[in-house]
C-alpha cells in the first residue's frame, strides 16, 4: 500500500465517526489547528499528515492506525469500553450506549442487527420496575466494585436521571430499523436472575418478584405485537416506531454481537465479560460478521409480520418460561 492509499484509508476511518451533517474539512481544520484549505489539501493527499497529527486524531476519534496499515490482516483493533469503578462507570457505561444509537440515527439509511443470547438490554428499559432491577443486579453482581455490600433491592435506589437515561436508549432505539436474531431461551437470564435474587433473599418483600414476572409478561406481550405489526412502535398502533424484524433460531443461541449498518458503513460490537464493549469498524471483520449474521438469518425462522404460528409458538414458550419462575418465587 503507497503513502497515498494509506493516509486516504486512514482518513476514510476518521471521516466514518463524523455524523454525515459534519464538514469534514472543517473538524479537521478546527482539531489540528490548520486552515480549511490546508484542510483539503491533506483530505485530497497533497499534503502528508505529520505523525503528531496522526496520533492526535487517532487519540480524539478513538481508531486504530493498524487497519489502515494492514486492513485485510487477521488482527483486529478494538476501542475497549470497560466497565469498572476507576474509569469508566455504569452511568457512563450507559452513556456511551446511547451516544453510538444517537451517532447512527443521524445517517439516512440505517440498520441494526443484534445476534442476542440475552434479551437486547433496550427492551428492559420501557419498564420501570424491571429497569431498576436490572440495574440493581448488574451493579450489585457484575461491577467490580467493592463496596457492592448486602442491600436488599430498593428500586427507589436507582436513580431517576438513570432510569430516564434508560427510557431515552430504548426511544433511541426503537427509532433505529432493527432486526433480532434470539432463541426461545432469550428471557431465561432475567428469569434466572429474578430467582437467584429470591433464593439469596435479597427481594424486601415477595410482591417485588411477583411484579417482576408481571413486568416479564408485559414486555414479551409487546414484543410480541411489535413483531406482528413489524414496527417497534406504542399501543395501540404500532406505528410510531422503526421497522422492526425477530428472527427464531432454534439451533444457536447467539453470543449478544451487534452489526451497526449505516449505508457503506459498518460497525461491529462484540459484548464480552457480561459488560465490556468492544467495538471496531475494520473493514475485513465487519465484513465476516456481516456475512455470518446473513447465514444465521438464512437459516433462522421470521416470526414477524405475517408468521402467526411460529410466532405463537416462540412467545407461547418464553411465556411458559417467566410463569415458571413465577410460581418459582410465589
Not at 470497560?82 to 457512563?92: C, D, P, Q, R, V
Not at 412502535?233 to 406505528?239: A, K, S, V
Not at 427464531?248 to 449498518?261: K, Q, T
Amino acid at each position: 500500500m503507497n503513502k497515498e492509499n494509506i493516509q486516504s484509508s486512514f482518513l476514510n476511518q476518521v471521516r466514518s465517526k463524523l455524523s454525515p451533517s459534519l464538514s469534514f474539512a472543517d473538524e479537521l481544520a478546527e482539531l489540528l489547528n490548520i486552515s480549511r484549505d490546508s484542510a483539503y489539501r491533506r483530505i485530497r493527499g497533497e499534503t502528508l499528515l505529520s505523525l503528531d497529527e496522526v496520533k492526535k486524531m487517532c487519540d480524539h476519534f478513538r481508531i486504530s492506525l493498524d487497519d489502515a496499515l494492514s486492513p485485510s490482516s487477521e488482527v483486529v483493533t478494538f476501542q475497549v469500553r470497560a466497565l469498572n469503578t476507576e474509569n469508566f462507570s455504569f452511568e457512563k457505561w450507559l452513556r456511551s450506549i446511547f451516544e453510538k444509537l444517537s451517532m447512527i440515527s443521524q445517517f439516512s439509511e440505517k440498520e441494526v442487527i443484534y445476534h442476542a443470547k440475552d434479551l437486547p438490554i433496550f427492551h428492559f428499559f420501557q419498564y420501570p420496575l424491571l429497569s431498576a432491577f436490572k440495574m440493581y443486579f448488574w451493579q450489585k453482581f457484575f461491577v467490580r466494585n467493592p463496596d457492592n455490600g448486602s442491600e436488599k433491592f430498593n428500586p427507589s435506589s436507582i436513580s431517576q436521571d438513570t432510569l430516564s437515561l434508560g427510557m431515552r436508549i430504548w426511544e433511541k432505539y426503537a427509532s433505529i430499523p432493527s432486526i433480532e436474531i434470539m432463541s426461545a431461551e432469550v428471557m431465561m437470564t432475567t428469569l434466572r436472575n429474578i430467582e437467584f435474587t429470591k433464593d439469596c433473599g435479597l427481594f424486601a418483600t415477595q410482591d417485588d418478584a411477583l411484579r417482576l414476572c408481571d413486568e416479564c409478561n408485559a414486555m414479551i406481550e409487546r414484543m410480541n405485537k411489535q413483531a406482528e405489526f413489524g414496527n417497534k412502535g406504542t399501543p395501540p398502533f404500532y406505528q410510531d416506531g422503526a421497522k422492526y424484524e425477530i428472527y427464531h433460531n432454534e439451533v444457536l443461541i447467539g453470543d449478544n454481537s451487534i452489526l451497526f449498518r449505516m449505508g457503506e458503513k459498518r460497525v461491529s460490537f462484540v459484548i464480552a465479560n457480561n459488560f465490556d464493549i468492544l467495538t471496531t469498524s475494520q473493514e475485513s471483520f465487519c465484513h465476516q460478521t456481516e456475512q455470518h449474521f446473513n447465514n444465521l438469518i438464512s437459516k433462522s425462522t421470521l416470526i414477524s409480520h405475517n408468521a402467526q404460528r411460529e410466532r405463537a409458538k416462540f412467545f407461547n414458550t418464553v411465556a411458559k418460561r417467566i410463569e415458571e419462575t413465577r410460581s418459582y418465587v410465589r
